[in-house]
């Protein structure tokens, strides 16, 4: 039973602790990984952010440090299990037209803002961990970098919750070399 104890408290030690985090960044070219009039996708870290011109939107132009995204284009993120998103912005009116039309494509997303120096820094959190989020900003929006963070993280317990003590299972039958 202390082993079987030690186990379960093992597993939720593991269980409780798992949460990932990834950053990319939209510094330089290096990230982006394909770039047309029509669509820009960039990868880092197992992150994914495609931005992609639609019919009353803008061509895409190449511009990095900040990565810059259209009025009214598609703006894909992805990112396995992600819950919470830490986006750098260069100025307080680009995090407003991107945290809006996120807001509004997943009601009940919450979002605080802060300046950082000359740069705003949005925090938003998902109500549901999501593979993929699309959203259309209303107005121009850029970003230079962007940190997603995986599982729960907002509640995560600081020490591991106790497993309840199993029941002690029945005895086995006799066997042959019991007899």
Known sequence: ILCVAMLLSFTAVTFAAESTSATISFADAANRKEMTTEKQVWKQNGITVTNEKTADSSEIRDYVNPMRMYAKSSVTIEYPGM??????????????????????AYPGTTVTTAADGSNTVATIVLTAALNSITFVPAAQTRFREMTIYAGDVTTQPETPETPETPEEPEKPAATVVDA
């Not at 260069?90 to 991107?98: F, K, Q, R, V």
Request: no cysteine; aromatic share 10%; glycine share 4%.
């Open 83 to 104: 819950t919470k998103l830490v986006i750098t912005f260069p100025t307080a009116g680009y995090a407003t037209a991107m945290t809006e039309a996120l807001v509004a």
